[in-house]
Every structure is written in C-alpha cells, then in structure tokens.
C-alpha cells in the first residue's frame, strides 16, 4: 500500500495517558491488551494517531529536577516531561512493530502521510499537554472527537467535601473547565487539562473521557454505550452510545 494523506480514511486520535503506560513501573498487562484491541479495530478498518503521555517517568525527572535545582526552571520541566512523552511513544512504536509507522510525529500541524495503521506522537511544545497535542490533531485531520484514555472511569460531580460522586456521562466545555484549574502546570491532574479544554471548545472537538477499562475503549470505537464521559459544545444531550 502506498502513503495515504492522514484524515482522508478512518482515522481516530487518542490522548494515552501516561498514568497506564507508566502507573508505577511500565504497564505491560495493560499495553498487551490495549495493543489486541487496536489491532482488531486496525482489521476492521480503522486508522489511529495515538499522543502518549509521560506517566511517572516525567513526574520523576521532574520531582528530582526540583529537588537539586535551586530554583527549579519552568521551562526546563517541560522540556523533561515532554521527552519523557516521546519515549513512551518509542516504546510503544515498537511495541507495534511493523504495523506503526517508525518515526515519531512531532508536529501536529502538519500533514501526515503513512501507510501504516497506527501513528505515535509525544509532547510538542513547553507550555502544551500532550491532550493540548492530541486537539491539534484531530483539528489537523479534521476529527470531530478525541478519545481520551486515562486514570479515571470519566468526570466525576465533586460534593462540598471534595469527594466524587456520580459520574456526569454528558457535560458542556463550560460545566467541565468550571470544575478544573485554570491554568496548566507540568504534571497537573486532570481528566482533560484546563488549555486543551479551551482549544477543543473553540475548534468544535468532543472528548470522550475514559478510564482504563479497554471494554469501554472498544465500546465507544464500535459507537456502542460505554461508562465514561463525553464532553461537547453547548448542548450536552445525552448520546445514545453513552
């Protein structure tokens, strides 16, 4: 097969957290499986821009940095969580083999052409998630929705008390950054960072929040109802497959 253009087939983005591949020690049980699932999705025809996360790699560079360096430079920790972002995706790259494209895309606005399957991309620029990363590009390929895999089933109503309670399966871009930090720091915990919010709401982006239940993963590929959350424009029906 020859390179095709990225966004004229199947395509789909998804934001890998790196809090699975990477929780503690590398998540082999979980990259064994989420690899089976893709591959089946890959057979039945769809394509995927797979952004991976840092996970406790870069927290650790990043923890160690602030403790030797006098006054730990901003800039300098994004720099170390972003390499750490590319690593998780050479490893995953070869994790996939033959079917992954071999390089590392590291510029989401640019056009992709590959005759693989599945495409790998990290961090890109110091101040940028790699969910910031993953909205630039689904704009790219003009993607309507992300997939976001992470460490939480989804958004989650908080009480008074700080605890979660029920799990929101529809919310507006409004209603989700209300409930978040303003502002991203390197490391920040959040089921969609607070600048890749505000970039999904101005391009039109839906993301589905999903934790690490790859059923659910499959689920929403297939279109079917999965637990997790989706978060849209200004209209926050409930879907049918949610």
């Known amino acids: 097969m020859g390179e095709i253009n990225v966004g004229r087939v199947n395509w ?8 699975l591949i990477v929780p503690n020690e590398i998540n082999t049980n979980f990259i064994y499986q989420f690899k089976e699932v893709t591959v ?33 430079d901003s800039n300098i920790l994004d720099w170390v969580g972003i390499n750490a972002t590319k690593l998780n995706a050479q490893f995953m790259v070869g994790v996939f083999g033959d079917l992954a ?4 895309i590291d510029n989401p606005n640019k056009k992709i052409k590959t005759k693989n399957p599945v495409v790998f991309a990290g961090g890109w620029k ?4 790699t969910d ?7 704009n790219n390929i003009g993607a309507q929705r992300i997939i976001n895999l992470t460490n939480v089933d989804g958004v989650y109503d908080v009480g008074e008390d700080g605890e979660r309670k029920e799990l929101l399966h529809c919310i507006t871009w409004d209603h989700y950054m209300a409930m978040i930090p303003k502002k991203w720091t390197p490391g920040l915990s959040a ?10 709401q101005r391009k039109g982006i839906e993301v589905a929040v999903i934790g690490q239940n790859l059923r659910n ?3 929403c590929l297939d279109g079917e109802r999965f637990k997790g959350t989706i978060i849209v424009g200004n209209s926050p029906n409930l879907y049918p497959y949610v």
């Not at 494209?101 to 590392?104: A, G, K, P, S, V």
């Not at 910031?132 to 689904?138: D, G, M």
């Not at 089921?191 to 999904?200: G, Y």
Request: aromatic share 12%; with cysteine.
């Open 191 to 200: 089921p969609f960072d607070p600048i890749a919010s505000k970039e999904a």
């Open 101 to 104: 494209d071999q390089r590392i």
């Open 12 to 19: 789909t983005v998804i934001s890998l957290g790196g809090s």
């Open 217 to 219: 993963f499959e689920l």
């Open 132 to 138: 910031y990363v993953a909205i630039l590009f689904a």
């Open 40 to 72: 089946k999705q890959m057979n039945l025809g769809k394509r995927f821009i797979i952004v991976c996360g840092g996970g406790r790699v870069a927290r650790d560079y990043q923890n160690a940095y602030k403790i030797i360096a006098p006054v730990a």
């Open 126 to 129: 110091p101040g940028w998630s």
